[in-house]
């Protein structure tokens, strides 16, 4: 089921093929190893759990350690708890899911807590916010966790799960961009540039201070996984062949989603690309 973040949650028909080249893709590009566990407290209903957790793991891990949502919304430290028992590699979430375990696991829960094995730890789903990156690498940095295992990442239910990932074990960046440049076919005005360091730390150049409500922060989110493509669109869906403009994004490939489910046995197809 898509996110509803644009929009209602819908049910979405994925074949075989979408589902393995997917997950394979994955698995090639954060060098998934078979001596690899993954822990993961997202519902199975949303493509993040389902596609990131359950199937990936039946693919290419050793094991999955499954938690229920509601356990992790409860106590947030059982999921950090939970990886440094199992000495966890991996393990995805929201911003949402970040964020929250930075505000809400409580101190007394979190002793004896290692989480020096986590190599990566998928962000996306959400939009990846500077702020929700270094709130958790300082709470979470004197535990073992590493800044570059962060992994900001995007995706969609519409291509199976993942699209993008940037190189990993390599500290996540940021682009600063001027909010008022922001439209389809319009090119982006970027006034400074970052990266997060290590315990939340973050180091930033900036060619001119924007005021809080005229910069938005976009952390770089990577290549394309597997064989898919992707371009960039204007309002009138013309393709953008220069860089630094802003359009709609245009997926295809192997792992593109048969279609939207509309009934049963009844399915709205994309074609090859959405």
Same mark, same amino acid.
């Not at 059982?78 to 964020?99: E, K, V």
């Given at each position: !089921? @898509?996110?509803?973040?644009?929009?209602?949650?819908?049910?979405?028909?994925?074949? %075989?093929?979408?589902?393995?080249?997917?997950?394979?893709?994955?698995?090639?590009?954060?060098?998934?190893?078979?001596?690899? @566990?993954?822990?993961? +407290?997202?519902?199975?209903?949303?493509?993040?759990?389902?596609?990131?957790? /359950?199937? +990936?793991?039946?693919?290419?891990?050793?094991?999955?350690?499954?938690?229920?949502?509601?356990?992790?919304?409860?106590?947030?430290?059982? +999921?950090?708890?939970?990886?440094?028992?199992?000495?966890? @590699?991996?393990?995805?979430?929201?911003?949402? &899911?970040?964020?929250?375990?930075?505000?809400?696991?409580?101190?007394?829960?979190?002793? &004896? !807590?290692?989480?020096?094995? +986590?190599? !990566?730890?998928?962000?996306?789903?959400?939009?990846?916010? /500077?702020? @929700?990156?270094?709130?958790?690498?300082?709470?979470?940095?004197?535990?073992?966790?590493?800044?570059?295992?962060?992994?900001?990442?995007?995706?969609?239910?519409?291509?199976?799960?993942?699209?993008? $990932?940037?190189? %990993?074990?390599?500290?996540?960046?940021?682009?600063?961009?001027?909010?008022?440049?922001? &439209?389809?076919?319009?090119?982006?005005?970027?006034?400074?540039?970052?990266?997060?360091?290590?315990? &939340?730390?973050? *180091?930033?150049?900036?060619?001119?201070?924007?005021?809080?409500? *005229?910069?938005?922060?976009? $952390?770089?989110?990577?290549?394309?996984?597997?064989?898919?493509?992707?371009?960039? %669109?204007?309002?009138?869906?013309?393709?953008?062949?220069?860089?630094?403009?802003?359009?709609?994004?245009?997926?295809?490939?192997?792992? /593109?989603?048969?279609?939207?489910?509309?009934?049963?046995? *009844? !399915?709205?197809?994309?074609?090859?690309?959405?």
């Amino acid at each position: !089921v @898509t996110s509803g973040s644009t929009g209602p949650g819908k049910a979405t028909a994925i074949s %075989h093929a979408n589902l393995l080249d997917n997950v394979l893709a994955i698995g090639a590009s954060t060098e998934t190893l078979p001596t690899d @566990t993954a822990c993961s +407290w997202l519902p199975l209903y949303h493509d993040m759990g389902l596609v990131g957790g /359950v199937m +990936w793991a039946f693919v290419g891990l050793r094991g999955l350690v499954s938690m229920r949502p509601f356990d992790f919304l409860m106590e947030p430290s059982l +999921w950090l708890r939970a990886i440094s028992d199992h000495r966890c @590699t991996m393990s995805p979430a929201p911003n949402f &899911g970040y964020g929250y375990a930075a505000r809400s696991a409580r101190d007394h829960k979190l002793e &004896g !807590v290692d989480l020096s094995s +986590w190599r !990566v730890a998928y962000c996306g789903a959400e939009p990846v916010r /500077v702020g @929700t990156l270094t709130d958790f690498g300082r709470r979470f940095g004197p535990l073992g966790f590493r800044p570059e295992a962060m992994l900001p990442c995007y995706g969609l239910a519409e291509a199976t799960l993942a699209v993008t $990932f940037p190189p %990993h074990d390599a500290r996540p960046t940021f682009r600063v961009l001027d909010r008022r440049s922001l &439209g389809l076919g319009k090119p982006v005005r970027l006034t400074g540039r970052g990266e997060v360091l290590a315990d &939340g730390e973050v *180091q930033r150049a900036e060619d001119e201070v924007l005021p809080v409500d *005229q910069r938005v922060e976009v $952390f770089s989110l990577g290549r394309p996984l597997g064989d898919l493509e992707l371009t960039l %669109h204007d309002a009138d869906g013309e393709a953008i062949t220069q860089d630094g403009v802003c359009g709609e994004v245009i997926v295809r490939g192997t792992a /593109v989603a048969l279609g939207y489910v509309t009934g049963p046995g *009844q !399915v709205e197809p994309f074609g090859d690309a959405f």
